[in-house]
């Protein structure tokens, strides 16, 4: 049965970093498109970062220069590293992929206090 697990979340105070990690099974992730979503109270659920099968990567604006998005296809995970945290990055992030289907994980908390 296909997954995603996400672990790494947590309290961190703003100017901090967190890394957010992503294990995937049951999906052929090599040929994934994988990507971190948040969702805060609220609002909208948004895209944060996408990883590209090809290698490319894309990041919302707003964290741009701030977080980087990884993949290991050997280890079949996906990270988030987010550096200078800030408390509008509060939220729940969510690991997602498509590959033959659109597939989510239950996400994890990312609260920054300021």
């Known amino acids: 049965q296909a997954q995603l697990v996400e672990s790494g979340g947590g309290l961190v105070q703003a100017g901090g970093s967190l890394r957010l990690s992503c294990a995937a099974s049951?999906?052929?992730?090599?040929?994934?498109?994988m990507g971190w979503y948040r969702q805060a109270p609220g609002k909208a659920r948004e895209m944060v970062a996408i990883?590209?099968?090809?290698?490319?990567?894309y990041y919302v604006d707003s964290v741009e220069g701030r977080f980087t998005i990884t993949r290991d296809n050997a280890e079949s995970t996906v990270n988030l590293q987010m550096n200078n945290l800030q408390p509008e990055d509060t939220a729940t992030y969510l690991c997602w992929s498509h590959e033959r289907e659109e597939l989510w994980g239950q996400g994890t908390q990312v609260t920054v206090s300021s």
């Open positions: 990883s590209s099968s090809a290698g490319g990567a």
């Open positions: 049951g999906i052929n992730f090599s040929r994934a498109t």
